[in-house]
């Protein structure tokens, strides 16, 4: 029986497939691009305390954000702070920060659309150690959503100070929401560096 169906994108078809695990390639993958399926003991180095649909979500959401490759990819979680106003920050994921850095300060095609604003980003945190993408999302995802859960304190003062003072109240209301996060989730094998001096 021949149907006549429209040409697949290769590229979609893989998003979809590992995005939704029962889909399959309409072509053959060769074994160096297939990620080898790796398998962990019970002690893993991040432990959700609870089951969080936005943790998911936000892994479904990157499927297919970051290349693969065979081997092993170190996956780190970031924190990055704006230089110019609008004074903000950004916490994302990749397995390249440097590359990804560059990416938001637009020297690479690429970046967040919310990063833009306020070029040049300067490293503010780093969190390595996680086993897989998924992990990473997962403490990305809490990372996020405790920072819009706490109250924010304003700056108030002269305007030469204004930007000083926004962000070190910006870093010191992320590094709030990481100790809950630290406190919700086993991140006893995470190797949290702060780049910036937050007092």
């Not at 970046?111 to 833009?116: D, E, F």
Request: include cysteine.
């Amino acid at each position: 029986m021949n149907l006549n169906l429209p040409k697949v994108d290769l590229k979609m078809t893989r998003l979809l497939s590992r995005t939704f695990r029962s889909t399959k390639h309409p072509t053959s993958v060769s074994a160096k691009t297939k990620a080898p399926s790796t398998s962990r003991s019970s002690s893993s180095a991040l432990k959700l305390s609870q089951s969080s649909p936005s943790a998911s979500a936000s892994a479904i959401s990157r499927t297919g954000s970051e290349p693969i490759s065979g081997d092993a990819r170190t996956w780190c979680v970031y924190l990055i702070l704006s230089t110019n106003p609008p004074i903000k920050t950004y916490v994302g994921v990749t397995t390249n920060f440097h590359r990804r850095l560059r990416q938001h300060n637009g020297e690479l095609n690429g970046g967040a659309k919310a990063s833009q604003a306020g070029r040049p980003w300067i490293c503010a945190c780093l969190v390595q150690g996680f086993k897989d993408r998924s992990e990473a999302c997962v403490f990305e995802s809490k990372w996020k959503s405790f920072s819009r859960k706490l109250p924010r304190q304003r700056s108030c003062g002269d305007m030469e100070k204004q930007a000083e003072d926004i962000s070190r109240l910006l870093l010191q209301h992320r590094q709030m929401a990481l100790d809950r996060v630290i406190g919700a989730l086993d991140c006893s094998l995470l190797e949290i560096d702060w780049k910036l001096n937050l007092t």
